[in-house]
């Protein structure tokens, strides 16, 4: 049998003429992603023909957002090849790593949100469940974050160029996508027959990224839609003397698959995300619907065999799309078609914020989907008549799909859907309590909780090798494959030497990142301090505010009052939304603090704050396994769930935190004496909220406080002042960092004493790791297969 590494060289050879120790980094890489992509495509044609015979159930799981990571230590890793590649190429004089960090980071994703999706793909390959994902080939993923002067700048990030060697191109399964134009109604002797005319069409080409799973037989597909101009319908209407239309098909498609929108949790309300959805959706369903006629001849069995699932309200728009097809190409009856629909889609909210919750205007939406459009109109009229007959027409104002010309995306979502899932316990609680509280009167038992996990081959295996490799001796279980047996490392939590080897491991992490630290920013960081971490988008209600506010806290007590605290460094990562000013405040906030601590030859040696450009999957990958602090501080009731927290936590950082989103679950499963809860509670939040938050009155009544904020408007660096952070805290303070001021850093002192005990501190960091188990995004992906969408493994 030829083995992998001979195909590598055969591959140098044929393509480039090369053997082994002649050719290039970039030529070795090429062949890695190549083979490593052949390879998945062979053992997906077996996986396949399994599933195809066996005719069983699959899911669907639509996602504007798949922020993957790279791939080709994922896959080697997976497929078992890793170590047979490493030694090959050490034999050769390359060095893997160096390979791999050719690879860009494809960047399909804001935050959370999508990186979940991709988590969950590569759990549920893991398990062997049949699964497909379906989003866009964006041709520049999230911009390229370079702070300049403390500013944040975005650049293009061009991934494709080497990024696609990865990806498969199917031609066979091209579809056609129609936007504008307008529809006509006719009565035919089978009832009212549906046109849409004079629409613009686009052109939806398939690109296949095969994922892997460890150690198992499954090979699942994302298929990423890319936008071509529709050529020939072009020419159409350029006989016909329409010129300037005859262009529209390649001015759309040029920009429908063009970038990923850089907000996450707000909807910029623009035409281009409304064609974005529709374009993938679209593309995906009529693929489905294609696939399962083909196999079944009908229909009617749709929702038996498929379960397609809304990441979100983003892909809201296969609802509609999969009635029109109903109705329109297969001439169902309304009844007959909703009955279907209303089976086959299940619906996750990753968000109560108000600005997230997506609304289209009817003016926007009408003319780019105008037979989208009608059908929604249609679904809500018969919904708010049904709400009359059942009497819930008094909340209907809350519940209307269309209300005040505004089309609400997550109403159409729990109306269409026949299950509606939060994120973590709290999150669900609140959606059925207050979010979607009407809906869950008229639809008991509709709503339900799947907590958020996390893919632990990826976030400890891959990116803490030593940590791993130190576990399975000690443990001498598989974790890898099944992270609840992690919890034996619980009967170790008082044994001293286990404590001292973890630290050391921590240790050598902690000097990793350092050395990236000083390469990146110049910073020298002491290995033995501190490592708080902060790592998300920057959001003001995930609160780097509150955070740099403790910073100025300490830096003034330690230059006037003499104080002298456990050395720290304050790490932070975070992108801010391109048009979101306010967060790019904060971030030249942080860079101002970090540059005037370097300058204080005291402070310094106390405290630094670092801020790592570009924060992404591979570099959250470098700083999770060296974090000693989790910081989850996020106003409770607003972080849906988290999941650099459980990220955090697996590799033995301490949460310092809010009970908000998952922290509830993580200090539930640690037990109050492995974290740092402080600040208030969601219902304390309301019950202030409904007084009327006046942060003034903190300002007044504590002298910290006003110290703390007095001493930012005398920062003046560079000729940049803050005193509009200042005043934004005095006056509007919608997140309450000055109610929740004192019990963080009271909290922050406790965080410092405990660290000074470091057989205190490694045991409970210790009993972190052991407790992560529940936080496997295995175990939330079997809780989606088997109790909303009611699929099996394949055998
Ligand atoms: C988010 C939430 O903000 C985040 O708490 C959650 O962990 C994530 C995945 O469920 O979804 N919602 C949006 S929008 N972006 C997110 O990251």
New binding site residues.
């Given amino acids: 049998m030829v083995g992998f590494t001979d195909e590598i060289g055969r591959y140098l050879e044929t393509k480039f003429g090369n053997s082994i120790d002649e050719a290039s980094e970039r030529q070795v890489y090429q062949a890695l992603m190549v083979k490593t992509r052949d390879k998945l495509s062979e053992k997906r044609f077996d996986y396949n023909k399994k599933l195809k015979d066996s005719k069983q159930k699959q899911a669907f799981y639509m996602s504007m957002e798949f922020l993957v990571g790279r791939t080709l230590r994922n896959n080697l890793f997976n497929l078992g090849l890793e170590k047979e590649v490493k030694d090959y190429l050490e034999k050769n004089g390359f060095t893997l790593d160096k390979i791999y960090d050719i690879e860009p980071d494809p960047g399909l994703g804001?935050?959370?949100?999508g990186r979940?999706a991709s988590c969950y793909m590569d759990a549920l390959t893991s398990q062997d469940y049949p699964m497909t994902g379906f989003s866009i080939l964006y041709e520049f993923g999230i911009f390229k974050q370079v702070i300049h002067d403390g500013w944040q700048q975005e650049y293009p990030d061009n991934w494709l160029d080497l990024g696609s060697y990865g990806l498969a191109y199917r031609s066979d399964e091209e579809v056609e996508i129609k936007f504008y134009g307008s529809t006509r109604e006719e009565w035919t002797d089978k009832g009212l027959k549906i046109t849409h005319n004079d629409y613009t069409s686009v052109i939806a080409e398939p690109y296949d990224l095969l994922i892997s799973g460890y150690h198992s037989e499954a090979v699942n597909t994302l298929r990423l839609w890319r936008a071509k101009a529709n050529k020939g319908f072009n020419m159409k209407l350029f006989e016909k003397g329409e010129y300037a239309r005859s262009v529209e098909s390649d001015v759309i498609a040029e920009s429908i698959s063009k970038l990923l929108y850089p907000a996450?949790?707000n909807d910029t309300g623009k035409a281009l995300r409304i064609k974005q959805q529709y374009f993938f959706t679209s593309a995906s369903l009529q693929q489905i619907v294609r696939n399962h006629y083909a196999t079944y001849s009908t229909l009617d069995n749709l929702a038996e065999k498929v379960v397609i699932h809304i990441n979100?309200t983003h892909p809201a728009m296969c609802i509609p799309e999969l009635m029109r097809i109903l109705l329109d190409e297969y001439e169902y009856s309304w009844e007959d078609a909703w009955n279907i629909v209303t089976k086959t889609f299940a619906y996750?909210n990753?968000?109560i914020?108000a600005e997230?919750l997506e609304k289209w205007s009817v003016d926007l939406f009408k003319p780019i989907l105008p037979r989208i459009y009608s059908i929604i109109a249609e679904i809500n009229n018969r919904f708010c008549e049904w709400c009359k007959r059942i009497g819930a027409l008094s909340e209907l104002e809350t519940m209307s799909i269309i209300h005040n010309n505004m089309i609400k995306m997550a109403n159409l979502c729990i109306v269409s859907s026949y299950n509606v899932n939060g994120?973590s316990k709290l999150h669900s609680d609140i959606l059925v309590e207050d979010t979607f509280k009407s809906f869950n009167r008229i639809y008991p038992g509709k709503f339900n909780n799947v907590t958020?996990g996390i893919a632990h081959r990826r976030w400890i295996a891959q990116s803490n090798p030593e940590l791993t490799s130190y576990l399975n001796d000690l443990l001498k279980v598989d974790f890898v494959k099944d992270l609840s047996k992690i919890e034996k490392l619980y009967d170790y939590k008082d044994d001293r030497s286990v404590i001292e080897d973890l630290e050391k491991i921590k240790l050598l992490k902690k000097a990793q990142l350092s050395k990236y630290i000083k390469e990146s920013t110049g910073i020298n960081v002491d290995n033995e301090s501190i490592f708080d971490v902060q790592v998300k988008?920057l959001h003001e209600y995930k609160r780097q505010l509150l955070n740099a506010l403790h910073i100025v806290y300490l830096y003034r007590k330690i230059k006037f009052d003499g104080l002298r605290p456990v050395p720290r460094t304050f790490i932070f990562g975070a992108k801010a939304s391109s048009g979101y000013a306010m967060a790019k405040n904060i971030i030249k906030f942080i860079c101002t603090l970090s540059e005037m601590i370097e300058a204080d030859p005291v402070v310094r040696n106390y405290v630094k704050v670092v801020f790592l450009e570009d924060y992404r999957v591979t570099l959250a990958e470098k700083i999770i396994p060296a974090a000693n602090v989790s910081e989850q501080i996020s106003q409770a009731g607003k972080?849906?769930?988290?999941?650099g927290n459980m990220k955090l936590m697996l590799n033995g950082a301490l949460t310092l935190g809010t009970m908000d989103?998952?922290n509830v679950e993580i200090h539930e499963a640690v037990g109050d004496k492995n974290i740092f809860i402080f600040g208030l509670s969601t219902p304390e939040v309301n019950e202030l909220i409904k007084n009327g938050y006046r942060p003034i009155d903190y300002y007044r009544s504590s002298s910290e406080i006003r110290d703390t904020l007095e001493f930012i408007r005398t920062i003046n660096l560079n000729g940049s002042n803050f005193n509009n952070i200042v005043d934004y805290l005095i006056n509007s303070d919608p997140y309450m960092c000055l109610a929740d001021f004192h019990s963080y850093v009271e909290k922050q002192k406790e965080v410092e004493n405990t660290y000074l005990d470091k057989n205190k501190w490694g045991s409970m960091s210790l009993v972190n790791i052991a407790k992560a188990g529940i936080f496997s995004a295995d175990r939330s992906t079997e809780e989606y297969a088997k109790n909303i969408w009611n699929i099996d493994i394949v055998k």
């Fill in positions: 804001n935050g959370g949100l979940l996450d949790d979100d996750t990753h968000t914020m997230a994120v958020n988008r972080e849906a769930s988290g999941t989103g998952a």
